[in-house]
């Protein structure tokens, strides 16, 4: 899927025709999330039965009025899931999964490279980031640098697992 990078006169950079979905609560915000997610792009690899073949990100706008004052205040939430990285000689990815593929590993590369840049401590870092050099760091510009917090949550594996407490 091809899509528009856009940014509109207040300099909020959004991706040309997706789809608003205003939601009033929790339970329907995460209706639009796993909507989102079943859409999707997965196929088989060598590596893995259902390896993902597209990143995906769902921003919340979470809009608050103040009743005392009707003072409106605006948050945005990028949550993000990334493809992960893929050894083209290990997954065997032939044709279009090697298409995807080789997006995927430009793409984490190209966040990797602004991520590098914002760090202050990086010699060099906080001079030119390059946010546009991808569609991906572009639509997440404004969550990776400015006035904004970052967390990260990665899984090591894909498998479900349950964890036993015991007693200490």
Not at 27 to 54: I, P
Not at 88 to 114: C, H, P
Request: with cysteine.
């Amino acid at each position: 899927m091809d899509l528009a990078i856009h940014e509109d006169a207040a300099g909020d950079v959004y991706v040309k025709d997706l789809v608003r979905v205003p939601v009033g609560n929790f339970e329907e915000a995460m209706r639009v999330v796993y909507d989102g997610l079943a859409l999707r792009a997965t196929h088989e690899t060598k590596m893995n039965d259902v390896s993902s073949r597209s990143h995906s990100v769902v921003t919340l706008i979470v809009n608050q009025t103040d009743k005392s004052t009707g003072t409106e205040t605006s948050a945005r939430l990028n949550l993000v899931d990334l493809a992960g990285s893929e050894r083209l000689k290990k997954s065997e990815s032939q044709g279009m999964r090697l298409k995807e593929a080789l997006f995927i590993n430009s793409s984490l590369t190209a966040l990797g490279k602004v991520v590098m840049a914002l760090d202050p401590h990086n010699r060099g870092g906080m001079g030119h980031v390059p946010y546009r050099d991808d569609k991906l760091t572009r639509v997440l510009q404004s969550s990776l640098g400015g006035n904004s917090y970052t967390a990260l949550v990665a899984t090591i594996h894909p498998a479900e697992v349950r964890w036993e407490c015991g007693g200490v």
